[in-house]
């Protein structure tokens, strides 16, 4: 079930919606965010699929633009933005307002429709995209505070994407992790934590990033090369002696 609803209105807030379902995916799971355009897949029913999520979620992130009390759609019962913060209203779901940007003002309650007056009354969140980290990171808190599910999985670290989980039997040969390893690597031994690249642990070569060569010998150059490379391996030379 996704824990987390972001409602957004194109063009008004899809850059912040995407930056927040990203981080709190990265932190829960891609399963406890629902974000339309990512969570309904092609084909499926749109209004069944956001409805049944608004209802089933615990929070709704309701993301606000500076414009985004003057759009006449708010009025409409058809427009999607506002029918997907009144179902959540209808189910007593909590809805946070994040205000996209540095000059986005806190709602009015005058200047909305009756029916959404109250979200002028919800204490808000703030993002700015162009320095998110930290109000990314208050609304991934303040989610798991209020998500008792989501605040025991950022305890445990079990629903998030660091942990790195593979299982391989019967292997004769080399396993590979592709990519870099971030967060804690352990197979039937002691456990390697806060990992960011590579890692090898054991007997042998290891090659990252760069060729590999065997053979009697080998020429490698990189970079710029002006001259002549010669080399002999084996054979005999030019006056008949072994090499």
Known sequence: MHEVFINYRTGDGDEAAFAIERELSRRFG?????????????????????????????????????????????????????????????????????????????????LLPPELRRLADAQSLRLDVRDGESGLARIAEVVANAVPALREAATSGSTGNDTVRNTSSDVSGTVVQA??????????????RDVHGPVHAGSGDMNNYSHTFSGDGATYVQGDHHGDISHRFGGKSDDGAER
Not at 42 to 69: K, M, T
Not at 180 to 190: K, L, R
Request: charged content about 25%; hydrophobic content about 40%.
């Open 30 to 110: 891609d399963n406890a965010v629902f974000r339309a355009s990512k969570s309904i897949p092609p084909g499926g029913n749109f209004p069944e699929e956001l409805l049944r999520a608004v209802q089933n979620c615990s929070v709704l992130l309701a993301v606000i633009g500076p414009d985004w009390h003057t759009d006449p759609r708010l009025g409409d019962d058809r427009d999607w933005v506002r029918r997907e913060i009144l179902e959540a209203y209808a189910g007593a779901t909590m809805v946070i307002p994040v205000l996209k940007g540095r000059t986005t003002e806190r709602l009015r309650a005058d």
């Open 179 to 192: 990519r870099d390893v971030s967060g804690a690597v352990g197979n039937s031994g002691p456990v390697i």
